[in-house]
């Protein structure tokens, strides 16, 4: 196995050269021979990383200890499924994974029913293949996943104990997913620069792609938050970590750019920002990949201290100067034929402010991240920015962005008037403003969630108001009924109302976030068995300590029965996990009592010899609607995505004209 998994690799290193250079020469002598054989050789690589993907899936399912990855990550004792999950638990495997998609996402493209026969499929693949030489080179040079152990152990030292979770087998996936997927947008865009098509016909080929890479990595920041806040046992879901950080920028600025192509569309405006946010979203995916891989800043996250980082660093600096290059030298072309602003009163405006605290998010969290470094360059030490730098930084910007939420949907294209802004948002405000007061009246007195949800509310009921309006209008003409008149104008126009439903979920995670980090009460106390923990209206009381065996785990757990006002809840079991053969600190399971209200979430701190034992007892508001926004974020970007009429995609840019031999 090691000789054909070595084989294989330099093998997909020669395959994918050889198809960068024949689409070369294709492109150059326009000679379709050349870029069919390209074009193979691209499937052929697919097919390669496949197997690749199956050798190591099978070694390190069948402890195959002489290759040291499988040793390093697995252990006779673990689960298969975590035995599997390795694969991306570690460098060599992840850079595997990563080049699989890549393959896989250029077979795709290049195979595509809408782009046979389109001139730009050459350049397209010619720039996903430079990314996917420079993973092979790294597969064959630094990061081997087959390497071979000098003496093979009679047992691997296992996976890490927080990785042994089913976060673990979603998490890492869906965001490398969305990673890569930013290289397809990018490839696309730089190939309509290199072609000097700059209109809006590229944007709309790659729209969905698009969707799908940010479908991805809200995926992976959803389910990464859901894993943190069961399993790390510290009460948060997100703590601002470097490699957190490293996932939410992209995201950032690709919303941005989901945004503002709306108005290129439209208007022919926003070009060279919406290229420069495609190359920054591209950038930020590589930027995250050497955070992880570098160890210059501290992760849980990270994989360590490796020589990767370096090459990450240089292989980004190149993309970057390379794509930078191509779109100044289409500048001119660029702002030819370029729309203007008519007025501030406009969609198009409210688009551009939205595209402007996107950004800003960014930098925020891009400066926060790498501060660190910068203070340790500059004074000698470095200086870590926590959680509290983040949210007091990012809760005004969160807000900002939902008030434009609220005003984007309502205001008209071009210019708007006072009557018309009138009579959109009068009756939301104020009912927005019955909100804040009723949550006065309910005993909410801060100024800050006060206005956090009057904010939400507002965009909340902007969008009804919206969708109202275009049921009602349908059902003018057509006499539906209002839910057929619903279904079918949703139907009819996927990309508008799976936007707004996108809009409702981002809405309902915000009001998880406000709720939970406003009016989050915590205690720590230590208690015999039979004593109770008093937390506002919950009554915790310990009712037993006991020891039991999972596989080769040993676990510790306390049996916690809840009531509230006096009403039984039931019972949580918090655990603590040690790992038969790792000598890291033991895993926290917590214990959870969850509603739409609150989440009773408990952790076994410590305990002694006669059975007292520490708990953390914490109240987390409202953070169900944090997990229930992010499942209608996918539902809605779904909706956007499937079925439904599409633009058909033709061959009509300048290299279809010339003649193909």
Known sequence: MYIIGTVTIYLGLVISIYALIAFIIGIRKQNQSWINSGKNSVLMMFF?????????????????????????????????????????????????????????????????????????????????????IFFYFLLATTAKPFELNEVIPREGNGLNPMLQDPGMILHPVTLYLGYVGMAVPFAFAIAALMLKNVDSFWIRMTRRWTLLAWLFLTLGNVIGGWWAYLELGWGGYWAWDPVENASFMPWLTVTAFLHSVMIQERKQML?????????????????????????????????????????????????????????????QLLKKD?????????????????????????FAVFWGTIFPLVS???????????????????????????????????IAWQKSTVKNLQKNFVVPALLSIIVAVILFVFGIRGAYPLVSFGIVSFMLLTHLLEIYRGVRARRSVTKEAYPVALVRLMTKNRRRYGGYTVHFGIAL??????????????TMKTVAIGETIQLENFKVTYEELGQKREGMNDVVYAVLSVEKDGKKLGKVIPEKIFFGNNNQPPSTRVGLLSSWEEDLYTVLSTWEADKRATFVVRINPLVKWIWTGGIVVIIGTLFAIWGGKYNQITPRYTGAERKVS
């Not at 979203?281 to 990270?302: E, P």
């Not at 983040?390 to 809760?395: H, Y």
């Open 48 to 132: 390669i990383s496949s197997i690749l993907m199956t050798l190591l899936f099978l070694a390190l399912g069948t402890d195959q200890y002489q290759f040291k990855y499988v040793s390093t990550y697995t252990s006779s004792d673990l689960a298969l499924i975590y035995k599997l999950c390795a694969l991306w638990a570690g460098n060599a495997g992840s850079l595997l994974l990563w080049t699989f998609f890549l393959t896989m996402y250029n077979a795709m493209v290049i195979f595509s029913k809408k782009m046979k026969a389109n001139p730009m499929v050459p350049y397209i693949s010619s720039i996903l293949l430079g990314n996917t």
């Open 271 to 331: 070009k060279v920002w919406n290229l420069s946010l495609i190359i920054l979203s591209y950038s930020l995916t590589l930027f995250g990949t050497f955070l992880v891989r570098s160890g210059v800043l501290t992760s849980v996250h990270a994989f360590g201290d490796s020589n990767l980082g370096t090459y990450f660093l240089i292989f980004m600096a190149f993309a970057v100067i390379f794509a930078m290059y191509v779109m100044m030298s289409r500048y």
């Open 338 to 362: 370029s729309g203007q602003f008519e007025s501030f009163l406009s969609k198009e405006s409210s688009f551009l402010i939205n595209n402007l605290i996107l950004v800003g998010a960014t």
């Open 376 to 410: 340790e360059a500059v004074k000698g030490t470095k200086v870590t920015v926590g959680i509290p730098f983040f949210n007091t930084v990012m809760s005004p910007i969160l807000l900002g962005l939902m008030f434009v939420m609220a005003v984007c949907p309502l």
């Open 509 to 522: 995670m915000a009001i998880g976030i406000i709720g939970s980090q406003n009016f989050d009460v915590e």
